[in-house]
């Protein structure tokens, strides 16, 4: 089986779960990551169980010989990075959100049309069971026209929001907040689900908790978005509303999805069961593919992202052997259009009024 070789930028999400999940798969090879921030590079090497570790991320395109480029780092750095990998002919998976506005994301598929290699975005949720057991019953027709959505997550991360700092994630300059950490996916997820994109937003981006202090008298203000609630409209007609909050003390579902269509509805909860009714007809839980496992060896922070990461990894190695993409890999063109409705959802908070999404 061949083995490509993978080099990871960012010793964060990077080291603590694409280097581990990508090292539990067949047909790739973590040969080398770089860090951003100039870590602690033992700690890194510990945590990813990659061995070289560089401090500098050229440094690595330069000398390592690579198929593949994961940019794992902080959003403000990923149109620079990404388009650094198409220029040494090199493919590019890209965490999300893709780019801190669409003019960036634009210059991204330029550089990867010139190269002439991949461009995929980070959205491994795509792949867990559930998801893609909602895609499976929208694309039936069985639930009729869809009238309306309602996603909504929420997190119970008040203590931490108010405990501990959020560094970049903090930060709306940098690329930080919840609407581009937790809003992105739910964005891809809806134009993926539903074949259709957003043309209209009306929103809000609340920072609920914003400073936060330790008892050293270290400060930190925070710029970024902590939730998000959003009223929409798709292409098709849908309407939507899709809403976030981190802040919470306790929550009961981290995830709930509603679909009301005009011949059915379908409810999706924690990402782990999907309920179908057809009619005026009561809810039923529908049958979705088995989980599975993370090997024992792996940490337990990867081990929560392996039953939909893995089946990415499949789909991602299946693309890169056959040179066609799997239909339910992320492009950069879905990147960009979620990029758009992340700027249009920004600009709509500002202003207090509905952006249409061009």
Avoid at 32 to 41: D, F, T
Avoid at 90 to 99: G, S
Avoid at 161 to 184: C, D, Q, T, V, Y
Avoid at 252 to 262: I, P, Q, T
């Amino acid at each position: 089986m061949k083995k490509f070789k993978v080099g990871i930028i960012g010793t964060g999400f990077g080291a603590k779960v694409h280097a581990p999940m990508m090292q539990f798969h067949d047909g790739f090879d973590v040969i080398a990551i770089a860090s951003v921030l100039r870590g602690n590079v033992e700690n890194v090497r510990e945590i990813s169980g990659v061995e070289s570790i560089y401090t500098d991320w050229q440094l690595m395109l330069e000398n390592e010989q690579l198929d593949l480029v994961v940019v794992a780092s902080a959003v403000f750095l990923h149109q620079e990075m990404a388009s650094a990998v198409f220029e040494k002919g090199i493919h590019v998976i890209c965490e999300k959100p893709m780019a801190i506005h669409t003019d960036e994301s634009k210059k991204m598929i330029q550089d990867r049309d010139k190269a002439g290699k991949l461009g995929l975005i980070n959205h491994e949720f795509r792949f867990l069971p559930a998801r893609t057991k909602v895609k499976e019953i929208v694309d039936s027709g069985c639930l009729g026209e869809i009238m309306h959505v309602r996603y909504l997550s929420s997190f119970a991360n008040y203590s931490s929001l108010i405990s501990n700092p959020r560094g970049w994630l903090g930060l709306e300059e940098k690329g930080g907040g919840m609407l581009g950490a937790i809003g992105s996916h739910m964005t891809d997820s809806l134009h993926w689900w539903f074949n259709s994109s957003f043309t209209e937003v009306f929103a809000n981006l609340p920072i609920h908790i914003p400073v936060q202090s330790d008892n050293t008298g270290n400060i930190e203000n925070r710029t970024a978005d902590d939730g998000f609630q959003v009223i929409g409209k798709l292409k098709s007609g849908t309407t939507v509303t899709m809403e976030f909050l981190s802040a919470a003390r306790q929550t009961s579902n981290a995830w709930r999805l509603e679909v009301f269509g005009k011949k059915g509805t379908l409810v999706m909860l924690d990402d782990a069961k999907v309920f179908n009714s057809f009619g005026d007809g009561p809810l039923q839980e529908v049958e979705l593919v088995p989980d599975i496992t993370a090997p024992i060896k792996m940490s337990a922070v990867a081990a929560r992202y392996y039953n939909g990461f893995h089946r990415a990894l499949d789909a991602l190695y299946e693309t890169l052997v056959s040179g066609v993409k799997h239909p339910y890999l992320a492009s950069f063109e879905n990147g960009q259009q979620t990029q758009k409705v992340l700027d249009a959802i920004r600009l709509s908070s500002k202003e207090g009024r509905k952006i249409e999404v061009k």
